[in-house]
């Protein structure tokens, strides 16, 4: 396995597998790899067989981040996350340090960003206004420095990989984009690298997000329910755990993103809940 932390050499390396014909598929991560992140590694490695590469980069990256966030303390763990991938069997990690990925920013050098436009504006978007700005910008450099086939993003981030699509379809990059299923805990938490905030208490609660999700499927199995109802019945679910506080919890259509007003099967539902300062979040199909 090759550990690559220039962004020059990561892009070198990508056109001599090009041109050797080579299939490349990418899984971005910022690190502190768990479970999930794994599975969309090996997602990859079936995407571009024995004879291909499969590329695992690992940047936190500060454009998705408010000033307000935890981009200083998110978790980090270099040397496990390098112990996983050699054995999930990735051949490269890439790993660019701020200076590699937005060179001059620190002079005001650096000036252009990826906006999507439609699908980013609610849920995560309207409680992180710079988010996606930030994953869309880092992804398509990603992608243009690594040139991967293919790309695997998990559904966990059920928003962030529909922009992405949109992006890819957009701006035509020619790479194709793998959606791959949320991995969970034992008690049905989805795995998460910001679970490592979480107190004993907080972690033994926040399989509330969850819970809610498989009450909503409930409640929407037979019958269609109005979302309105739906969402205050859901903030009255979340108060069993003491320590959460609801972020937002809306119904919306899987293609558009739109939010519904009739929550029937086929919805997706998404929510964002806080524990104390860390904030988590979840969403599935009805
Ligand atoms: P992150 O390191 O949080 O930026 O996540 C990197 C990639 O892993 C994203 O495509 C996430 O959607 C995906 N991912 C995160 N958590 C999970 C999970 N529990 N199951 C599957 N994929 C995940």
Same mark, same amino acid.
């Given at each position: ?45 079936? !995407? ?7 590329? +695992?980069? @690992?940047? =936190?990256? &500060? $454009? ?101 699509? !949109? ?7 020619? +790479?194709? @984009?793998? =959606?791959? &299923? $949320? ?104």
């Amino acid at each position: 396995m090759r550990i690559v932390p220039k962004a020059a050499a990561m892009q070198k390396l990508a056109r001599h597998w090009k041109r050797a014909g080579v299939k490349i598929g990418l899984v971005p991560t910022m690190g502190y790899l768990h479970a999930g992140h794994l599975s969309l590694v090996r997602e990859a490695r079936q !995407r571009v067989g024995k004879t291909g590469k499969v590329v +695992v980069s @690992i940047y =936190v990256n &500060p $454009t998705q981040f408010a000033p307000t966030e935890d981009l200083a303390n998110y978790p980090r763990d270099l040397e496990r996350d390098l112990k996983m991938c050699h054995a999930e069997g990735a051949d490269v990690v890439f790993m660019p340090g701020d200076a590699e990925m937005y060179p001059g920013k620190a002079e005001g050098k650096y000036s252009t960003y990826v906006v999507e436009e439609n699908l980013g504006r609610g849920m995560e978007g309207a409680a992180r206004p710079v988010h996606f700005r930030g994953v869309t910008t880092v992804v398509a450099k990603l992608f243009n420095l690594v040139l991967p086939d293919v790309s695997v993003f998990g559904q966990k981030d059920f928003q962030q990989a529909a922009i992405i699509r !949109r992006m890819v379809g957009d701006l035509n990059f020619p +790479v194709q @984009i793998i =959606v791959a &299923p $949320t991995r969970r805990e034992a008690d049905g938490l989805a795995m998460s690298s910001r679970n490592k905030y979480l107190d004993a208490e907080q972690r033994a609660q926040a399989v509330i997000l969850f819970h809610a999700l498989q009450a909503a499927k409930k409640a929407a199995a037979k019958k269609t329910v109005r979302a309105a109802r739906l969402k205050k019945d859901l903030q009255e679910f979340i108060t069993a755990a003491p320590l959460a506080r609801l972020d937002y919890v809306e119904f919306f259509d899987p293609e558009t993103l739109q939010p519904v007003a009739q929550v029937k099967r086929g919805t997706h539902m998404a929510l964002a809940v806080f524990f104390s300062k860390t904030r988590l979040i979840d969403n599935a199909q009805i």
